[in-house]
């Protein structure tokens, strides 16, 4: 696998990129990384970000501002183009429903209409025949309720279903952007992604991953509100970024590309390890609840990487390395 910087390095000044949803999980990875590689360049790329509150995104990343770099508000709860100046070469839709919103539950109908937005909000910027490559960041959930995780799989998912919002969503997305970018002659990726730790992940929503490093840290118990059996498995951000970016700028790109961890891990087990990295002298409590409502549970959630290794992606960082950095 190339180096991130490696892959940056075929950017040009003439190039141009759009961020969307680069201030959620993956972008708060992405975006330093772009600016390391870009502070260093004579004639840095052209990078705008896509963000719903313009103010709040300068005051909360003052850090990341750069002359090469524009902020442009746009709220995709509203349908509705993107205005702007030129349009860009290569566009990273990363853009989805914050997990601090879906814990705040808000409403499934929400959830798929930002994604229907944000991709018709493309289509514009498309047809003006100067980008070259789309990658799009949908999830591991478009493949419906299986465990054959692997980018041949026809997607099952029961678009009928409430719970099916984010996965019908995706799905969407996937076909409004798939469909514009093969009549247009624009190299087009999806990126399946899978479970994620990171030291940005939200320690107090619905991550199981996320409430267990937050109770060690806080020296309370651990609570499995399930039975613990279903299995996950975890890739760090920082990797998910380097395959992302290798999407963006390699030639002849993969159509579907599963990106996360096939290290399977149950969640009793994910618990026991938090809690033996982090706070030994906490316990761990088993409630056997039902799941919420609103989350079709999965019992096997790894995806399967074949298709990733022969391109020579690999995962650097492993589950126990991203625990320990909660350490401090």
């Known amino acids: 696998m190339k180096p991130i910087f490696e892959s940056l390095a075929s950017f040009r000044s003439c190039d141009s990129i759009l961020l969307l949803g680069a201030t959620g999980l993956f972008g708060r990875h992405l975006l330093p990384v772009l600016i390391n590689f870009f502070d260093q360049s004579i004639s840095p790329t052209p990078i705008t970000i896509v ?18 770099i524009k902020t442009i508000e746009h709220d995709f ?14 566009i990273l839709h990363m853009a989805n429903t914050s997990a601090a919103d879906t814990f705040k ?29 789309v990658v799009f960041t949908s999830s591991g959930v478009a493949y419906g309720p299986n465990s054959d ?23 969407t997305s996937e076909y409004i952007l798939s469909h514009n970018c093969n009549k247009l002659s624009i190299d087009i990726s999806i990126a399946r ?7 940005f992940i939200p320690l107090d929503v619905h991550y199981a991953i996320g409430n267990f490093i937050s109770s060690a840290l806080n020296n309370r118990d651990i609570i499995i509100r399930t039975d613990g059996n ?11 970024v380097s395959w992302l970016l290798f999407l963006l700028t390699t030639d002849s790109p993969p159509r579907i590309l599963n990106i996360g961890s096939d290290i399977p891990i149950s969640i009793r087990d994910l618990a026991q390890l938090v809690r033996s990295i982090l706070n030994p002298s906490i316990n761990i409590q088993i409630l056997n609840e039902l ?3 609103h989350n079709l549970r999965r019992s096997y959630y790894v995806p399967e990487l074949n298709l990733a290794y022969s391109l020579g992606l690999v995962n650097n960082i492993s589950l126990q390395s991203a625990i320990e950095h909660f350490l401090g």
């Open 51 to 68: 963000t719903r509150n313009k103010s709040r995104f300068n005051s909360s990343f003052p850090k990341l501002q750069r002359p090469y």
């Open 77 to 90: 709860s509203i349908p509705g183009s993107l205005n702007i100046d030129t349009p860009p070469t290569h």
């Open 105 to 133: 539950s808000v409403s499934q109908y929400e959830k798929y209409l930002l994604l229907l937005n944000s991709a018709q909000s493309l289509i514009p910027l498309l047809s003006s025949h100067r980008t070259a490559r």
């Open 149 to 171: 995780y692997s980018e041949s799989t026809i997607s099952s998912v029961d678009h009928l279903s409430p719970s099916s919002s984010l996965a019908f969503g995706k799905l």
């Open 193 to 199: 992604c899978f479970s994620f730790i990171s030291p």
């Open 230 to 240: 279903d299995i996950r498995s975890y890739q760090h951000v920082h990797d998910a």
């Open 291 to 293: 799941p919420l409502d």
